[in-house]
């Protein structure tokens, strides 16, 4: 394979960036949503984008998506939720669109006096605080490239492992 200094440059190698760019795509999803910085979170979808739930909705438009966030991080405000997202494989459908797929585990962490009890904590010399799997499942994902980056237009999770009302 010769390199991208002789114009011979494969078209692999020109994805790999792009699959890069949506890898963080994946990534600061969970990183802005846990971090409760909805505003920067949504920068991440289309305006028509479209999130689709088996068990905590699915808004579709940017104020839609917008108000079920603000929803979630209400509910969950005295606990700390992390998505951990891994194994994300991009294909893609043509020049400016691909799809993604990615695993979830959705833990809860909150420390005791948050509802959790004595008896949910594990022991260890460090202050009590509990750690839960809430939901693991898989995302199914639409990204497409925009003049700002690439950017969601629709996430679907599937939930593999019975949800708590999350």
Aim: hydrophobic content about 35%; aromatic content about 8%.
């Amino acid at each position: 394979m010769m390199s991208h200094r002789s114009g011979n440059y494969q078209p692999e190698q020109i994805r790999l960036a792009d699959t890069e760019a949506i890898r963080s795509l994946v990534y600061r999803y969970a990183h802005y949503f846990d971090a409760g910085d909805i505003e920067r979170w949504l920068t991440l979808f289309t305006d028509d984008a479209q999130i689709l739930t088996d068990t905590v909705g699915s808004p579709k438009g940017i104020e839609a998506i917008r108000d079920w966030a603000q929803q979630r991080q209400q509910y969950n405000r005295d606990v700390q939720i992390h998505h951990h997202m891994s194994n994300v494989v991009v294909s893609f459908q043509g020049e400016a669109i691909a799809s993604v797929r990615s695993y979830l585990i959705l833990t809860r962490q909150a420390s005791m006096g948050d509802g959790v009890t004595e008896s949910e904590t594990i022991s260890t010399d460090q202050p009590m605080t509990n750690v839960v799997v809430l939901a693991s499942g898989v995302y199914q994902d639409i990204v497409v490239q925009t003049s700002h980056g690439w950017k969601f237009r629709r996430r679907e999770v599937a939930a593999s492992l019975p949800v708590s009302d999350i």
